[in-house]
């Protein structure tokens, strides 16, 4: 199988993630933080050395503030739940996904918050200006996607912040952690919500979320720390004030070295190699009368994620011969972010999505163009 | 003040005992982790123990890293007496 649906979630995963992810069940999976033991210790260490490693590879001075979470949209409904408040508004921009979309429209009808979904260009691109003229005195909060996942467009996350220095920026990493260099000081984020599954390599289940100093959420869950037992309200400090409850140790272990994979090869090596497939497979669909190619069209201003469409053929249906006589793995439709489609212009049918990783090879890449003209000459 | 002298420090969670240990070996003061003795302390389970001349240093290092501690302990044989961070 020619796996490209990378942006869904990451396979394979380098081994040392699932290695990692059994010799903590057997070896250290005691509840960190919640007994005295040497088992519970060991689990203790396991969780900071994996919380001390995620930060570190975002730049984050103070790892207590990095919680984990089940995942990017656990991690943003915290943020968006924690954060906003009756009357506060919001501005994001027309490629985010449902878990950013979905919670902001639950929160305007349940606590008449309101939002403006700054509107990006046909290719995916959003001007920083425009962020800047949708503000309001009641502006709380802007989220911003670093990249978009139906099209692999970079998002000016940077240039909107020097734009809007008082107000928290929320970045959501769903598609960049491990794929674009994060310095959430350099970047000037103030909220980052990731997912560990995807390109960072982690197992499902895993997905963290960094406060910068001086910005305090209310917690989503309550529950079960190991701190503050004797009291009824939940710790005000972190990591405990946003992490109720048993975490996922085995998940975060792999997540660990889902990292350390990623800091012995480079990210600038793995960025480079996914922009060489990036280019080889815009270049090789370039040029075909039938064939559309939806977003930047550029490796240097997208991730490798490539949306592209066939006239006259359901996305569905060519994603089904992809996968049927060609093994190729890729997804297709509206990518659970319907407003990014109409801002492509690709709404209501969608695109096939194409996604890669660095463990894709230029052959596979090739293997990928040739099934996609052979389907768009009507030879399948 | 002794040699022999024994505290236990109390912080909030895990988190911040597995920071010391990680800071106090950065700077070469030994302490012990050790499961929290039942008479000062019902909540997190572990606790740092330090000999009495490591005690400046170490109080020094949570202020310059930022470390939240609840409560210092002087250890007597069985007895605990909080005694003041200063």
């Known amino acids: ?380 | 003040m002794t040699e022999e002298t024994a505290y236990v420090l109390i912080l909030p969670s895990i988190h911040y005992v597995l920071k010391v240990e990680k800071e106090a070996k950065a700077r070469s003061i030994p302490i012990e982790l050790i499961p929290t003795p039942r008479q000062i302390s019902t909540d997190c389970g572990m606790a740092v123990e330090l000999r009495g001349d490591h005690r400046e240093p170490l109080l020094r290092m949570l202020l310059e890293k930022d470390i939240p501690a609840e409560a210092l302990f002087r250890r007597s044989e069985k007895e605990f007496e909080e005694v003041p961070f200063k």
Not at chain 1, 47 to 58: K, S
Not at chain 1, 168 to 195: C, K, Y
């Open chain 1, 1 to 380: 199988m020619i796996y490209l649906d990378n942006a869904a979630t990451t396979f394979p995963k380098p081994d040392a993630v699932w290695e990692a992810v059994i010799s903590c069940g057997r070896e250290k999976c005691g509840n960190p933080g919640r007994s005295g033991h040497r088992l519970a210790a060991a689990a203790a260490r396991e969780l900071f050395a994996a919380r001390e490693a995620v930060a570190g590879f975002f730049h984050i001075a103070d790892s207590s503030r990095l919680i984990f979470t089940a995942n990017a949209t656990s991690a943003l409904n915290t943020a968006l739940y924690g954060l906003l408040k009756e009357g506060d508004h919001v501005v994001t921009s027309s490629l985010e996904h449902n878990s950013v979309m979905r919670p902001l429209h639950a929160l305007r009808q349940r606590l008449g918050i309101e939002f403006t979904a700054v509107s990006c260009s046909p290719r995916g691109e959003l001007d920083p200006a425009d962020v800047q003229k949708a503000l309001r005195p009641e502006t709380r909060l802007v989220v911003l996607t670093h990249a978009s996942n139906v099209c692999g467009a970079i998002l000016p996350v940077r240039e909107a912040k020097a734009l809007l220095p008082e107000i928290p920026l929320l970045v959501d990493a769903a598609q960049t952690a491990g794929v674009l260099p994060i310095d959430v000081q350099e970047l000037g984020i103030d909220l980052l919500a990731f997912s560990g599954h995807k390109g960072l390599f982690g197992p499902m289940g895993t997905g963290g979320l960094y406060t910068a100093p001086g910005l305090q959420l209310a917690p989503l869950l309550q529950g079960g720390t190991g701190s503050r037992s004797e009291r009824l309200e939940q710790p005000a400090f972190l990591p405990d004030l946003l992490e109720a409850g048993t975490p996922n140790l085995p998940g975060l272990s792999g997540l660990r070295a889902g990292v350390e994979f990623l800091a012995q090869q480079g990210i600038a090596t793995i960025r480079d190699h996914e922009m060489r497939l990036t280019r080889l497979l815009l270049d090789g669909l370039a040029g075909h009368d039938r064939i559309r190619i939806h977003g930047p069209a550029d490796p240097e201003r997208q991730t490798a994620v490539i949306s592209v469409t066939l006239d006259g053929r359901d996305p569905g249906e060519i994603a089904r011969t992809l996968d049927r006589e060609f093994s190729i793995a890729c997804r297709a439709s509206l990518h659970c972010a319907p407003l990014a489609h109409q801002t492509l212009g690709t709404y209501p049918q969608g695109t096939v999505r194409l996604s890669m990783s660095v463990f894709n090879t230029e052959e596979e890449i090739q293997e990928a163009v040739r099934a996609l003209r052979a389907i768009a000459e009507g030879n399948l």
